[in-house]
């Protein structure tokens, strides 16, 4: 269990008590913690972002008048962190991909030898020019078939 990530995430829900409450700061603060937390692209990230008032005709006129929009924007925010925390406490942190491992060299290498791996990955580090470095990848790779050049470009893509 993360206990650090989870007491943030409490105080997050915490902050949506405050008065005065501002929706924005707070949709700011809680999708730096949780790209933090799950990764800037995550799903969750992106339902916080779409967390907004509707004030449109249709929405005004239905309201019961028991909750208002600014709480009903409250009330998405505290459930989306509250399944947050659940998932954190279930599973524990999402693995972090290892900045290291250069997804495409990872693809193709069930496609090359252990050598066309080493001398790609020498040169994608190197600090040559972008067009020696594009000469030196079509020297190593040219002897690929196109099956696997294919096969390769597709694994790249699925990530």
């Known amino acids: ?10 105080e997050l829900i915490g902050r949506l ?6 929706l924005q700061s ?3 603060n809680a999708s730096v913690v949780l790209g933090r937390i799950f990764g800037e692209n995550s799903r969750k990230v992106e339902m916080i972002a779409q967390i907004q008032p509707d004030f449109s005709s249709w929405s005004l006129r239905d309201a019961t008048g ?6 009903i924007c409250r009330k998405m925010g505290k459930e989306i962190l509250e399944a947050c925390i659940s998932e954190l406490e279930m599973f524990g ?3 972090k991909p290892d900045p290291s491992v250069n997804p495409a060299l ?7 030898t ?5 001398d790609l990955a020498q040169l994608i580090a190197s600090d040559k020019k972008p067009e020696e470095k594009s ?17 390769s470009i597709v694994k790249i893509l699925n990530r």
Do not use: C, Y
Request: glycine residues 2%; proline residues 5%; aromatic residues 6%.
């Open 1 to 10: 269990m993360s206990l650090k990530e989870t007491d943030v995430l409490r």
């Open 17 to 22: 008590d405050h008065k005065p409450f501002d």
């Open 26 to 28: 707070w949709k700011a």
């Open 66 to 71: 028991r909750m208002t929009q600014m709480d």
């Open 93 to 95: 942190l999402p693995e």
């Open 106 to 112: 990872e693809a193709l290498a069930e496609f090359i």
């Open 114 to 118: 252990v050598k066309q791996s080493r």
């Open 135 to 151: 000469a030196g990848m079509t020297e190593i790779l040219k002897n690929l078939e196109q099956p696997e050049l294919l096969a």
